[in-house]
């Protein structure tokens, strides 16, 4: 077995490597000014926007149901976006903070979608299942695309559209599957 202080020794050199690639995205940040571009400031459009948007449009009634079921959207959506870009599957040529790439789409656009999706389909007795796979499938092969077209979004190695629509569909399952866990506990104890 290979002793402990080897392993640690071996696990800082990967730290330094890590340390390097994000003083390497930082140094394209500033070095390209990417926060003079168009293209960044559609990534700030697409982070305030939702939010802004979900403010007028929520329904107060069900603030903290809507709210908690975006928050697994964000979660989820934060730990498969973390590992795909860890694996090079994709990542974000225009972040709005270059630590945290995915931060627009991941914090806000996303989740905010599918929180008025759940919220519509609540509200009018809806299948969501149905709605937000068709959400998934407008996500994963209309505005992936574009955003690929227009240089915000870059998929490697052999990912392709419909990788990104597994991720989506696995994402707003198991947000919904934890909401429902969470208001049966708050029935059977409330």
């Keep these: 077995m290979i002793p402990l202080d080897?392993?640690?020794?071996q696990f800082d050199k990967i730290v330094k490597m890590i340390e390097g690639a994000q003083a390497a995205l930082n140094k394209y940040f500033?070095?390209?000014?990417?926060?003079?571009?168009f293209e960044y400031w559609l990534m700030i459009f697409f982070l305030i926007a939702p939010l802004v948007l979900l403010y007028f449009k929520i329904d107060k009634s069900k603030l903290f149901q809507i709210c908690f079921y975006g928050y697994n959207i964000h979660v989820l959506f934060g730990y498969i976006d973390l590992y795909g870009r860890n694996l090079g599957y994709w990542n974000y040529p225009f972040p709005v903070?270059?630590?945290i790439t995915g931060?627009?789409?991941?914090a806000s656009l996303v989740p905010v979608t599918f929180m008025l999706v759940y919220q519509w389909t609540i509200k009018r007795k809806k299948n969501y299942?149905?709605?937000?796979?068709?959400?998934?499938?407008?996500?994963?092969?209309?505005?992936?695309p574009v955003l690929v077209r227009m240089?915000?979004?870059?998929?490697?190695?052999?990912?392709?559209?419909?990788?990104?629509?597994?991720c989506y569909v696995i994402v707003v399952f198991v947000a919904k599957w934890m909401m429902?866990?969470?208001?049966?506990?708050?029935r059977k104890y409330a």
Excluded at 30 to 35: A, K, L, Q, T, V
Excluded at 151 to 166: S, T, V
């Design 30 to 37: 500033f070095e390209y000014r990417i926060f003079t571009t």
């Design 129 to 144: 299942y149905i709605y937000s796979l068709l959400t998934a499938v407008i996500f994963s092969f209309l505005f992936k």
């Design 6 to 9: 080897i392993r640690i020794e």
């Design 151 to 166: 240089g915000l979004f870059k998929l490697y190695q052999e990912i392709n559209y419909i990788h990104l629509l597994i």
């Design 103 to 106: 931060l627009s789409l991941d």
């Design 180 to 186: 429902d866990l969470f208001l049966w506990i708050r």
């Design 97 to 99: 903070l270059p630590p």
